[in-house]
Protein backbone atom coordinates (compact mmCIF):
# COMPACT_ATOMS: atom_id res chain seq x y z
CA UNK A 1 0.00 0.00 0.00
CA UNK A 2 1.11 3.52 -1.29
CA UNK A 3 2.28 6.12 2.02
CA UNK A 4 0.38 8.33 2.64
CA UNK A 5 4.05 10.83 2.32
CA UNK A 6 4.55 9.24 -1.19
CA UNK A 7 5.10 12.51 -3.45
CA UNK A 8 4.90 14.98 -0.59
CA UNK A 9 7.23 17.95 -0.03
CA UNK A 10 8.60 17.29 2.94
CA UNK A 11 11.04 19.73 4.33
CA UNK A 12 13.42 18.53 6.92
CA UNK A 13 15.25 21.16 9.03
CA UNK A 14 18.07 19.72 10.31
CA UNK A 15 20.28 21.72 13.59
CA UNK A 16 23.07 21.68 15.24
CA UNK A 17 22.92 18.50 17.79
CA UNK A 18 24.63 15.86 17.80
CA UNK A 19 21.30 13.44 16.59
CA UNK A 20 21.93 15.68 13.27
CA UNK A 21 23.41 11.76 12.54
CA UNK A 22 19.66 10.33 12.93
CA UNK A 23 18.26 12.75 10.41
CA UNK A 24 20.65 10.51 7.78
CA UNK A 25 17.93 7.33 8.98
CA UNK A 26 14.93 10.05 9.01
CA UNK A 27 15.71 10.93 5.34
CA UNK A 28 16.42 7.57 4.05
CA UNK A 29 13.14 6.45 5.42
CA UNK A 30 11.44 8.79 4.29
CA UNK A 31 12.59 8.54 0.73
CA UNK A 32 11.58 5.04 0.53
CA UNK A 33 8.06 6.35 1.13
CA UNK A 34 9.00 8.28 -2.01
CA UNK A 35 8.34 11.68 -0.47
CA UNK A 36 10.13 14.10 -1.97
CA UNK A 37 12.25 15.79 0.44
CA UNK A 38 13.91 19.37 0.33
CA UNK A 39 16.52 19.32 3.68
CA UNK A 40 17.42 22.50 4.83
CA UNK A 41 20.57 22.72 7.48
CA UNK A 42 21.47 25.23 10.27
CA UNK A 43 24.92 26.10 10.14
CA UNK A 44 25.65 24.38 13.79
CA UNK A 45 24.31 20.81 11.92
CA UNK A 46 27.26 21.42 9.16
CA UNK A 47 29.34 20.69 11.99
CA UNK A 48 28.02 17.25 12.59
CA UNK A 49 26.87 15.72 9.61
CA UNK A 50 28.15 17.05 5.43
CA UNK A 51 25.60 18.55 3.54
CA UNK A 52 26.81 16.36 1.13
CA UNK A 53 25.21 13.39 2.78
CA UNK A 54 21.72 14.59 2.95
CA UNK A 55 22.34 15.97 -0.69
CA UNK A 56 23.22 12.30 -1.87
CA UNK A 57 20.36 11.03 0.15
CA UNK A 58 17.53 13.09 -1.64
CA UNK A 59 18.96 14.10 -4.55
CA UNK A 60 17.63 17.70 -3.84
CA UNK A 61 20.24 20.61 -3.13
CA UNK A 62 19.94 21.19 0.49
CA UNK A 63 19.65 25.22 1.29
CA UNK A 64 21.83 26.70 3.60
CA UNK A 65 21.63 29.98 2.89
CA UNK A 66 18.85 32.81 2.66
CA UNK A 67 20.29 34.89 -0.03
CA UNK A 68 22.99 33.03 -2.91
CA UNK A 69 23.60 34.17 -6.13
CA UNK A 70 24.06 30.45 -7.25
CA UNK A 71 20.84 30.41 -9.89
CA UNK A 72 19.70 27.04 -8.81
CA UNK A 73 19.29 27.57 -5.04
CA UNK A 74 15.60 27.71 -4.22
CA UNK A 75 14.52 31.25 -3.35
CA UNK A 76 13.82 31.72 0.39
CA UNK A 77 9.95 31.95 0.82
CA UNK A 78 9.39 29.22 -2.19
CA UNK A 79 10.33 26.41 0.44
CA UNK A 80 7.69 27.72 2.74
CA UNK A 81 5.27 27.51 -0.09
CA UNK A 82 5.93 24.12 -1.80
CA UNK A 83 6.02 22.02 1.39
CA UNK A 84 3.32 19.86 2.75
CA UNK A 85 4.72 19.56 5.82
CA UNK A 86 7.69 20.62 7.58
CA UNK A 87 10.31 18.50 9.79
CA UNK A 88 12.60 19.87 12.26
CA UNK A 89 14.72 17.02 13.46
CA UNK A 90 16.58 17.11 15.50
CA UNK A 91 15.39 20.28 17.19
CA UNK A 92 17.84 22.50 19.36
CA UNK A 93 16.70 24.24 22.44
CA UNK A 94 17.81 27.33 20.29
CA UNK A 95 16.09 26.75 17.18
CA UNK A 96 13.02 26.48 18.92
CA UNK A 97 13.47 29.28 21.14
CA UNK A 98 13.98 31.27 18.27
CA UNK A 99 10.26 29.94 16.98
CA UNK A 100 8.66 30.54 19.68
CA UNK A 101 9.65 34.56 19.52
CA UNK A 102 8.95 34.96 15.66
CA UNK A 103 12.55 35.25 14.88
CA UNK A 104 13.97 34.80 11.46
CA UNK A 105 17.34 35.08 11.29
CA UNK A 106 18.05 32.26 8.69
CA UNK A 107 16.64 29.97 5.74
CA UNK A 108 15.09 27.52 8.52
CA UNK A 109 13.09 30.13 10.25
CA UNK A 110 12.21 31.81 8.17
CA UNK A 111 10.60 28.99 6.05
CA UNK A 112 9.06 28.07 9.72
CA UNK A 113 7.60 31.50 9.95
CA UNK A 114 6.36 31.90 6.27
CA UNK A 115 5.03 28.52 6.15
CA UNK A 116 0.94 27.15 6.43
CA UNK A 117 2.00 23.34 6.35
CA UNK A 118 1.97 21.91 9.48
CA UNK A 119 5.00 21.69 11.45
CA UNK A 120 6.53 18.77 13.51
CA UNK A 121 9.60 18.87 15.68
CA UNK A 122 11.57 16.76 17.61
CA UNK A 123 13.17 18.33 20.54
CA UNK A 124 16.89 16.93 21.42
CA UNK A 125 18.83 18.38 23.84
CA UNK A 126 20.32 17.79 27.40
CA UNK A 127 18.19 17.59 29.76
CA UNK A 128 19.15 20.24 31.81
CA UNK A 129 17.72 22.08 28.70
CA UNK A 130 14.64 20.92 28.49
CA UNK A 131 13.86 21.03 31.90
CA UNK A 132 14.94 24.68 32.05
CA UNK A 133 11.49 26.65 32.47
CA UNK A 134 12.79 29.13 29.67
CA UNK A 135 12.38 26.33 27.03
CA UNK A 136 9.28 24.76 28.42
CA UNK A 137 7.58 28.18 27.71
CA UNK A 138 8.73 28.41 24.40
CA UNK A 139 7.64 24.92 23.81
CA UNK A 140 4.55 25.27 25.54
CA UNK A 141 4.16 28.47 23.52
CA UNK A 142 4.51 26.65 19.94
CA UNK A 143 2.46 24.04 21.43
CA UNK A 144 -0.68 26.05 21.79
CA UNK A 145 0.20 27.80 18.18
CA UNK A 146 -0.37 24.03 16.74
CA UNK A 147 2.93 23.16 15.71
CA UNK A 148 3.82 18.78 16.87
CA UNK A 149 6.06 18.30 19.19
CA UNK A 150 7.27 14.33 19.20
CA UNK A 151 9.78 13.32 22.30
CA UNK A 152 11.57 14.16 23.19
CA UNK A 153 12.33 10.73 25.61
CA UNK A 154 14.68 9.05 28.14
CA UNK A 155 17.45 7.50 26.93
CA UNK A 156 21.43 7.77 27.16
CA UNK A 157 22.99 11.44 25.61
CA UNK A 158 25.58 12.88 24.47
CA UNK A 159 26.62 13.49 28.09
CA UNK A 160 26.79 10.27 29.48
CA UNK A 161 23.78 10.94 31.74
CA UNK A 162 20.57 8.54 31.16
CA UNK A 163 17.97 11.42 31.04
CA UNK A 164 15.06 13.15 29.09
CA UNK A 165 16.48 15.02 25.92
CA UNK A 166 16.83 11.91 23.42
CA UNK A 167 15.72 12.46 19.88
CA UNK A 168 12.88 9.85 19.03
CA UNK A 169 14.31 7.21 16.95
CA UNK A 170 13.77 7.81 13.47
CA UNK A 171 10.89 4.72 12.67
CA UNK A 172 8.97 6.58 15.03
CA UNK A 173 9.58 10.05 13.70
CA UNK A 174 8.19 8.98 10.21
CA UNK A 175 5.49 7.06 11.93
CA UNK A 176 4.33 9.97 13.20
CA UNK A 177 4.54 12.30 9.94
CA UNK A 178 2.25 9.82 8.54
CA UNK A 179 -0.26 10.10 11.26
CA UNK A 180 -0.13 13.62 10.85
CA UNK A 181 -0.22 13.85 7.36
CA UNK A 182 -3.55 11.52 7.72
CA UNK A 183 -4.97 14.10 9.78
CA UNK A 184 -4.68 16.79 7.09
CA UNK A 185 -8.32 17.87 6.42
CA UNK A 186 -9.98 15.25 7.59
CA UNK A 187 -13.06 17.09 8.72
CA UNK A 188 -13.34 19.07 5.28
CA UNK A 189 -16.60 19.05 4.03
CA UNK A 190 -17.80 18.49 7.91
CA UNK A 191 -19.43 21.21 10.24
CA UNK A 192 -19.12 21.26 13.98
CA UNK A 193 -20.44 24.18 16.38
CA UNK A 194 -18.30 24.79 19.68
CA UNK A 195 -19.40 26.81 21.96
CA UNK A 196 -16.41 28.13 24.79
CA UNK A 197 -16.13 30.53 27.75
CA UNK A 198 -18.16 31.57 30.40
CA UNK A 199 -22.06 33.05 30.12
CA UNK A 200 -23.29 35.83 32.13
CA UNK A 201 -26.09 36.23 34.00
CA UNK A 202 -27.60 40.00 34.57
CA UNK A 203 -28.08 41.10 37.86
CA UNK A 204 -29.06 44.54 37.22
CA UNK A 205 -27.51 47.17 34.51
CA UNK A 206 -24.01 46.68 35.82
CA UNK A 207 -23.45 43.20 37.67
CA UNK A 208 -23.43 39.87 36.52
CA UNK A 209 -22.81 36.27 37.61
CA UNK A 210 -20.18 34.11 35.95
CA UNK A 211 -17.85 31.87 36.57
CA UNK A 212 -14.05 31.08 35.93
CA UNK A 213 -14.00 29.81 32.48
CA UNK A 214 -11.11 31.14 29.99
CA UNK A 215 -12.59 29.99 27.21
CA UNK A 216 -9.22 28.30 26.13
CA UNK A 217 -10.38 24.72 25.80
CA UNK A 218 -13.28 25.43 23.48
CA UNK A 219 -11.03 28.24 21.23
CA UNK A 220 -8.12 25.46 21.24
CA UNK A 221 -10.63 23.07 19.83
CA UNK A 222 -12.06 25.25 17.10
CA UNK A 223 -8.25 26.42 15.86
CA UNK A 224 -7.76 22.66 15.57
CA UNK A 225 -11.27 21.85 14.00
CA UNK A 226 -9.71 24.68 11.77
CA UNK A 227 -6.56 23.27 10.73
CA UNK A 228 -8.58 20.27 9.96
CA UNK A 229 -10.56 21.52 7.51
CA UNK A 230 -13.75 21.84 9.41
CA UNK A 231 -16.15 24.56 9.41
CA UNK A 232 -16.65 26.19 13.01
CA UNK A 233 -19.27 28.17 13.92
CA UNK A 234 -17.77 29.30 17.30
CA UNK A 235 -20.10 30.86 19.50
CA UNK A 236 -18.64 32.46 23.18
CA UNK A 237 -19.50 33.80 26.12
CA UNK A 238 -16.90 36.98 27.29
CA UNK A 239 -12.97 35.87 26.97
CA UNK A 240 -10.07 37.71 26.52
CA UNK A 241 -9.13 35.77 23.62
CA UNK A 242 -9.06 36.24 19.65
CA UNK A 243 -11.53 34.25 18.02
CA UNK A 244 -9.33 32.03 15.12
CA UNK A 245 -9.77 34.41 11.74
CA UNK A 246 -11.62 31.39 9.59
CA UNK A 247 -14.32 31.02 12.65
CA UNK A 248 -17.70 32.37 12.34
CA UNK A 249 -18.26 33.75 15.31
CA UNK A 250 -20.72 35.29 17.71
CA UNK A 251 -20.34 36.44 20.94
CA UNK A 252 -23.25 36.00 23.43
CA UNK A 253 -23.77 37.11 27.09
CA UNK A 254 -26.08 34.86 28.46
CA UNK A 255 -27.13 31.12 28.92
CA UNK A 256 -30.43 32.46 27.24
CA UNK A 257 -28.60 34.19 24.56
CA UNK A 258 -26.32 31.42 23.76
CA UNK A 259 -29.37 28.68 23.64
CA UNK A 260 -30.86 31.21 20.91
CA UNK A 261 -27.37 30.89 18.91
CA UNK A 262 -27.13 27.57 19.00
CA UNK A 263 -30.32 26.61 18.21
CA UNK A 264 -30.44 28.86 15.04
CA UNK A 265 -27.95 27.06 14.03
CA UNK A 266 -27.79 23.55 15.53
CA UNK A 267 -29.56 22.60 11.86
CA UNK A 268 -26.19 23.64 10.00
CA UNK A 269 -23.49 21.39 11.91
CA UNK A 270 -22.65 17.78 11.92
CA UNK A 271 -21.55 17.98 15.45
CA UNK A 272 -21.76 20.27 18.68
CA UNK A 273 -18.89 20.98 20.85
CA UNK A 274 -20.68 22.60 23.96
CA UNK A 275 -17.53 23.74 25.57
CA UNK A 276 -18.54 27.09 27.38
CA UNK A 277 -19.42 26.74 31.18
CA UNK A 278 -22.83 27.56 31.07
CA UNK A 279 -24.56 29.40 34.13
CA UNK A 280 -26.98 26.48 35.85
CA UNK A 281 -29.13 30.05 37.66
CA UNK A 282 -29.36 33.44 36.52
CA UNK A 283 -31.12 36.33 38.71
CA UNK A 284 -35.21 35.68 38.38
CA UNK A 285 -35.32 39.56 36.38
CA UNK A 286 -32.54 41.78 35.54
CA UNK A 287 -33.18 44.95 37.72
CA UNK A 288 -33.48 48.40 35.98
CA UNK A 289 -30.47 50.71 36.77
CA UNK A 290 -27.91 50.34 39.57
CA UNK A 291 -29.07 47.97 43.22
CA UNK A 292 -28.24 50.51 46.25
CA UNK A 293 -26.67 49.39 48.87
CA UNK A 294 -27.98 52.04 51.11
CA UNK A 295 -31.70 51.21 50.54
CA UNK A 296 -31.62 47.67 52.07
CA UNK A 297 -29.00 46.21 54.70
CA UNK A 298 -29.73 42.63 53.23
CA UNK A 299 -30.24 41.53 49.89
CA UNK A 300 -31.29 38.36 48.56
CA UNK A 301 -31.53 37.66 45.32
CA UNK A 302 -33.99 34.72 43.82
CA UNK A 303 -32.21 32.60 41.09
CA UNK A 304 -34.15 30.16 38.25
CA UNK A 305 -32.53 27.61 36.33
CA UNK A 306 -31.39 28.49 32.79
CA UNK A 307 -32.30 25.84 30.25
CA UNK A 308 -29.95 22.95 29.64
CA UNK A 309 -28.80 23.34 26.49
CA UNK A 310 -27.01 20.55 25.90
CA UNK A 311 -29.84 18.21 26.80
CA UNK A 312 -31.84 20.17 24.56
CA UNK A 313 -29.78 19.03 21.61
CA UNK A 314 -29.38 15.48 22.75
CA UNK A 315 -33.47 15.00 22.69
CA UNK A 316 -32.94 16.20 19.11
CA UNK A 317 -29.57 15.01 17.91
CA UNK A 318 -30.80 12.58 15.72
CA UNK A 319 -27.07 11.39 13.75
CA UNK A 320 -25.82 14.16 14.57
CA UNK A 321 -22.40 14.38 17.24
CA UNK A 322 -22.69 15.65 20.52
CA UNK A 323 -20.04 15.88 23.04
CA UNK A 324 -20.15 17.51 26.44
CA UNK A 325 -17.89 18.66 28.85
CA UNK A 326 -18.07 18.27 32.52
CA UNK A 327 -16.06 19.64 35.13
CA UNK A 328 -15.89 17.74 38.06
CA UNK A 329 -14.52 17.56 41.55
CA UNK A 330 -15.18 13.93 42.98
CA UNK A 331 -16.69 10.71 41.53
CA UNK A 332 -15.47 11.92 38.07
CA UNK A 333 -16.12 8.58 35.98
CA UNK A 334 -19.49 8.34 37.60
CA UNK A 335 -20.75 11.55 37.00
CA UNK A 336 -19.55 11.67 33.65
CA UNK A 337 -21.36 8.82 32.52
CA UNK A 338 -24.21 9.75 34.16
CA UNK A 339 -24.44 13.25 32.12
CA UNK A 340 -23.12 10.88 29.02
CA UNK A 341 -26.48 9.40 29.27
CA UNK A 342 -28.69 11.87 30.52
CA UNK A 343 -27.67 14.21 28.13
CA UNK A 344 -27.87 11.79 25.29
CA UNK A 345 -24.14 12.71 24.24
CA UNK A 346 -21.65 10.82 22.20
CA UNK A 347 -18.92 11.45 24.17
CA UNK A 348 -18.16 13.68 27.14
CA UNK A 349 -14.16 15.36 28.44
CA UNK A 350 -14.36 15.37 32.01
CA UNK A 351 -11.90 17.41 34.18
CA UNK A 352 -11.27 17.17 37.71
CA UNK A 353 -10.95 20.79 38.50
CA UNK A 354 -9.27 19.67 41.74
CA UNK A 355 -6.01 18.63 39.77
CA UNK A 356 -3.18 21.35 39.17
CA UNK A 357 -2.89 21.98 35.69
CA UNK A 358 -6.75 21.30 35.13
CA UNK A 359 -9.76 22.98 34.97
CA UNK A 360 -10.72 26.77 33.99
CA UNK A 361 -8.10 29.41 33.24
CA UNK A 362 -5.12 27.15 32.75
CA UNK A 363 -3.16 26.75 30.07
CA UNK A 364 -2.81 22.64 30.43
CA UNK A 365 -5.41 19.77 30.84
CA UNK A 366 -5.86 16.87 32.38
CA UNK A 367 -8.84 14.95 30.91
CA UNK A 368 -11.03 11.61 30.54
CA UNK A 369 -12.75 10.65 27.84
CA UNK A 370 -15.90 8.42 28.32
CA UNK A 371 -17.81 7.64 25.03
CA UNK A 372 -21.40 5.95 24.52
CA UNK A 373 -19.56 2.48 23.98
CA UNK A 374 -18.35 2.83 27.59
CA UNK A 375 -14.72 3.06 26.04
CA UNK A 376 -12.65 5.46 28.82
CA UNK A 377 -9.63 7.11 27.64
CA UNK A 378 -7.12 9.08 30.25
CA UNK A 379 -5.28 11.71 28.95
CA UNK A 380 -2.26 13.22 31.30
CA UNK A 381 -1.31 16.71 31.65
CA UNK A 382 -0.73 18.65 28.31
CA UNK A 383 -1.30 21.21 26.67
CA UNK A 384 -4.93 22.25 25.56
CA UNK A 385 -4.34 22.08 21.84
CA UNK A 386 -3.05 18.99 21.99
CA UNK A 387 -5.91 18.00 24.15
CA UNK A 388 -8.46 19.53 21.34
CA UNK A 389 -5.93 17.09 18.76
CA UNK A 390 -7.04 13.90 20.93
CA UNK A 391 -10.90 15.06 21.42
CA UNK A 392 -10.98 15.26 17.42
CA UNK A 393 -8.99 11.88 16.90
CA UNK A 394 -11.48 10.61 19.15
CA UNK A 395 -14.69 11.98 17.17
CA UNK A 396 -12.87 10.82 13.90
CA UNK A 397 -13.40 7.52 15.39
CA UNK A 398 -16.61 7.62 16.25
CA UNK A 399 -17.94 9.05 12.89
CA UNK A 400 -16.00 6.17 11.35
CA UNK A 401 -17.12 3.41 13.41
CA UNK A 402 -21.03 5.04 12.84
CA UNK A 403 -20.44 4.45 9.11
CA UNK A 404 -18.91 1.33 9.19
O1 LIG B 1 -24.58 19.17 33.95
P1 LIG B 1 -23.32 19.91 33.71
O2 LIG B 1 -23.50 21.40 33.78
O3 LIG B 1 -22.16 19.43 34.49
O4 LIG B 1 -22.97 19.54 32.19
C1 LIG B 1 -21.94 20.15 31.54
C2 LIG B 1 -22.19 20.12 30.06
O5 LIG B 1 -23.50 20.61 29.78
C3 LIG B 1 -21.27 21.05 29.33
O6 LIG B 1 -21.01 20.48 28.05
C4 LIG B 1 -22.05 22.33 29.25
O7 LIG B 1 -21.65 23.12 28.15
C5 LIG B 1 -23.46 21.86 29.11
N1 LIG B 1 -24.47 22.72 29.72
C6 LIG B 1 -25.47 23.30 28.96
N2 LIG B 1 -26.42 24.09 29.52
C7 LIG B 1 -26.41 24.33 30.85
C8 LIG B 1 -25.41 23.76 31.65
C9 LIG B 1 -24.46 22.96 31.07
O8 LIG B 1 -25.48 23.08 27.75
N3 LIG B 1 -27.33 25.09 31.37
Not at 42 to 62: D, E, G, K, M, N
Request: proline share 4%; aromatic share 8%; charged share 30%.
Amino acid sequence: MNSVLKNKNIVVGITGSIAAYKAVEIIRLLRKKEAIIYPVMTRAATYFVHPLTFQTLSSQRVTRKMFKEEKKEIPHLSLAKLADLLLIAPATANIIGKIANGIADDILTTTVLATRAPVVIAPAMNYRMFRNPIFQTNMNKLKTFGFKFIGPEKGVLASGEAEIGRMVDPPRIVKYLEKVMNSLNDFQGKSFLITAGPTREPLDEVRFFSNYSSGKMGYALAEEGISRGAKIILISGPTFLTPPAKAEFYLVESAKDMEKKVMDNFSKVDGVFMVAAVADYRPEKRREGKIKKDSQKELTIKLVQNPDILKELGERKKDKILIGFCAEVENIEEEAKKKLKEKNLDLIVANDITLEGAGFEEETNIVTLIDKNGKIEYLAKRSKREIAVKIWDKVKNLLEKDIS
